[in-house]
């Protein structure tokens, strides 16, 4: 059973914190790793890609990859109250363009 | 601005009606394309993947007959949830893998929120 695991959260965070966001997956074929962030009532959204071991960073977020422990994780500096969502790990094998998510994590950013 | 358009964005029908939902790639091709569905504080749950001219291919659990999914050109996928029911209620999502290379995108439409009366 291909799985894509995410504690659901909710986490709360100070704003102008840092927020970590931890997923892992059970599938060691996989190749590619996306966190979406879905607010409510609305579709996902891509937020970042990452297809190789290391940090990748886009604006106010990193993205990690360690395929070794098979764990990804997003990183938002400077957390904003907009940054209020639920945030979907995703994670394919690039063989068949499916793509298996975690249930999300809800991330409260406190005023 | 949006790659995955999809079409109503909302709809109420009465119970035992068919509703057809669309999802347009708009600037690339998507061979396949996949129809999610998401429950109130559920996560995306992955229907079927459809694919340009052949048959979709079903999740354990989806009724083939119920939700008929047509590919028929590069960049339009149709679900149509025939005979609708109270427990179909739900929001659709499509989505698309635009290609790049050896790597791929993954694109979500803006969803469709079905309530059945």
Redesign the interface.
Same mark, same amino acid.
């Given at each position: 059973q291909k799985e894509v695991e995410q504690n659901s959260g909710p986490l709360s965070v100070p704003e102008g914190a840092i927020a970590s966001l931890n997923c892992t997956y059970s599938d060691r074929g996989s190749q590619s790793f996306f966190w979406y962030r879905q607010y409510s009532g609305k579709s996902p959204e891509l937020i970042m890609f990452i297809y190789s071991n290391g940090d990748k960073e886009d604006g106010r977020f990193t993205a990690q990859l360690n395929k070794a422990s098979q764990y990804v994780s997003l990183l938002i500096r400077d957390s904003q109250p907009s940054d209020s969502a639920t945030y979907l790990c995703a994670v394919t094998n690039n063989r068949d363009d499916k793509i298996i998510f975690g249930k999300g994590t809800r991330l409260h950013i406190l005023p | 601005g949006a790659v995955v358009s %999809?079409h109503p964005s909302r709809v109420i029908c009465k119970s035992g009606t068919s509703v057809k939902i669309e999802c347009r790639s708009l600037d690339f091709q998507a061979t396949?394309m !996949?129809w999610y569905r998401q429950f109130p504080k %559920?996560? $995306?749950m $992955?229907m079927a *993947?459809s694919n340009e001219g052949s048959k979709a291919t079903y999740e354990q659990g989806v009724e083939k007959d119920k939700f008929l999914i047509n590919h028929a050109s590069l960049t339009l996928s149709t679900l149509t949830v025939t005979s609708a029911h109270p427990e179909d209620s739900s !929001?659709y999502?499509c989505?698309a893998?635009r290609r790049r290379g *050896? *790597? /791929?995108?993954? !694109? !979500? /439409?803006? /969803?469709s929120?079905l309530t059945v009366l």
């Open positions: - | %999809q396949t !996949f %559920q996560s $995306l $992955l *993947t !929001f999502i989505s893998n *050896t *790597t /791929g995108e993954l !694109f !979500f /439409g803006e /969803g929120r």
